[in-house]
């Protein structure tokens, strides 16, 4: 099976780059600078234990792909960017294709079930960062992430086991999960804090402004009767996973933070934390946090260099009298 990466970023990037050293076919698709970079010089890969530079086949869009029967596309671009990759991909490739959503948030599988007839969820627990082109960090080691996955919206087949099987293989913990869309909620309630890191001078209370983003959150999947995988099971899986120094490569932050700092003001918040916002008004729960951190996301991304950021303390007073 070929590993078409969609998107070689932060997840992406890592993903191409340990399983191309496992010896699977792997071809990227990255845009810009970074695909340039990429091209000329190899994929630059470095993680806790090692580094290294990979000459990994590179294309900037998807009409330069022939496709084959056995390929697998691994959609790792974030949430904002989804519809565009679909639209892109369903021109040049055929609507058998099988497509691994590698994203955060539990919105991109529907989405493409209209374009692709075999859709697969896929969780995504990666420490990694992409702030230079041609140029990944993954600050985990052994394993480099957590990629469970399974059909959607429910059941594994022969390709989610041989999924799991080669992301196993290439140094990551990954199952095929009959239910991984329970867990991706799970993953969908650490993500509500992405902007935080944005939006704070300081971190002291920041785990009591999760909890009342997740009460809000929590509140909206009963009322949905959404299957989200408890905080006990969700933090033994999550846990396998163990970040780790990088040498002369800290840990950028965030994937909504990663967002801001390479210059981009379409984030994924909408698709997280707004993910919560849009449950609450169609069952008619109040989730003034999750709304207020959304405002506040969009607008230090349009203008990052003039948002006044404010201490966790003042954020917890405007989120509990939301």
Request: glycine fraction near 8%.
């Amino acid at each position: 099976m070929r590993m078409i990466i969609y998107g070689a970023g932060a997840i992406g990037g890592t993903l191409g780059s340990r399983l191309h050293l496992a010896g699977f076919d792997v071809l990227l698709i990255a845009r810009g600078a970074h695909a340039d970079a990429i091209r000329a010089q190899g994929l630059r890969y470095c993680n806790p234990e090692s580094e290294m530079t990979q000459p990994i086949p590179c294309v900037n869009h998807p009409d330069r792909i022939i496709f084959q029967p056995d390929d697998a596309v691994l959609l790792t671009v974030k949430s904002q960017d989804t519809l565009q990759a679909l639209t892109d991909l369903a021109r040049v490739a055929p609507s058998s294709i099988r497509v691994f959503c590698a994203q955060n948030g539990v919105q991109n599988e529907a989405l493409a079930l209209r374009f692709f007839k075999h859709v697969y969820g896929m969780l995504v627990l990666c420490p990694g960062t992409h702030l230079t082109p041609g140029e990944v960090i993954n600050s985990a080691a052994n394993p480099g992430g957590l990629f469970d996955t399974g059909c959607y919206p429910q059941g594994i087949d022969a390709a989610a086991e041989a999924m799991a099987t080669a992301l196993t293989q290439a140094g990551f913990s990954a199952a095929a999960d009959p239910n991984v869309m329970a867990i991706k909620y799970a993953k969908l309630l650490q993500n509500l804090g992405n902007p935080l890191q944005l939006l704070l001078s300081d971190v002291d209370r920041i785990r009591e402004i999760m909890r009342v983003l997740t009460k809000e959150a929590l509140s909206c999947f009963a009322a949905a009767n959404i299957d989200c995988v408890d905080a006990k099971t969700s933090r033994a899986r999550f846990g396998v996973v163990q970040p780790g120094a990088v040498a002369n490569a800290p840990r950028g932050g965030s994937s909504t933070w990663q967002s801001v700092a390479r210059g981009q003001q379409q984030i994924e918040t909408p698709f997280l934390n707004g993910e919560i916002c849009q449950l609450g008004r169609l069952f008619q729960i109040p989730t003034p946090a999750n709304q207020l951190l959304l405002t506040l996301s969009l607008e230090v991304a349009a203008a990052p260099d003039t948002f006044l950021t404010r201490s966790s303390e003042d954020l917890l007073k405007d989120l509990n009298m939301a």
